[in-house]
C-alpha cells in the first residue's frame, strides 16, 4: 500500500476489528486460564518476529514443493478459514491432499469418514462429534471446507482431544497428540500425499523423525 496514510488508516482499522474478536472470544470462553495466559504470551513473542510478505504465485508454489503444510486457523474469524478454502482451491486436481483439523477430535474419525461418505446426514454428524460442546466455533466457517474435501475426494483426519477450544487440560499434551498423529500420518502417506494443516496455533516444538 503505496499510500502511508491510507496504510495507517487500513492498520486501525484492522485494530479495531481485531480488538472486537478478542471480546467476543473472550465472552465466549470465559476467563482465561494460567496455561492459556501462558499460551498467549509465546504466541505474541512469536508475532514481534520479522515477517516477509510474498505473493499468492510464491505461495502456491511452495505448497506445491511441500508435504506437510501447517496453516494458521484464527478459528472466530470466518475469513481464516475461507483463505485455506481458496488455497485447497487452488491446489492441482492430480495432487492428493490429506486435510489435518484442530476443529475435529481424533476420537470422531469414525464419525468424520461417514459424514464424508454421506452416510451421516450434518445435524447427526454434529451431534455425535459434539461439535457445539467440543469446539464452539460456527460449523459454517469450516462446513465448506469438509463439502470441498468431499467433492474432492480428500482425506480428512481429526487431531484434537475433544475437549473444548481454549479449555483443554493441557495446551502441551494437545500439541504433542496432534503432532503424533501427523507424524503417523507422513509415515503412512509418505511423500505422495499434501498433509495440509489447519491449527490455531502450536506452542511445542515437534521433531518429527522419517525413516
Known sequence: MSNPRLHAQWLRTRRDFLRQIKSQVAGHLGEDSITLRNYASFYEREL?????ESSKAELMKAIERSHIVFAGDFHPFAQAQRTHLRILRSLPRKRKVLLALEALGSTYQNEIDEYLKGSLVESEFLRKIQWEAGWGFPWS???????????RKFD??????????????????????????????YEHHGDETLIYVLFGAIITTFVLTFS
Open 156 to 185: 480428512v483426519v481429526g487431531l484434537n482431544l475433544g475437549t473444548k477450544a481454549g479449555k483443554t487440560e493441557s495446551l502441551e499434551k494437545r500439541d504433542r497428540h496432534a503432532g503424533k498423529i501427523i507424524a503417523d500420518l
Open 48 to 52: 514481534k518476529h520479522r515477517w516477509v
Open 141 to 151: 466457517h469450516y462446513e465448506p471446507l469438509l463439502a470441498l474435501a468431499r467433492l
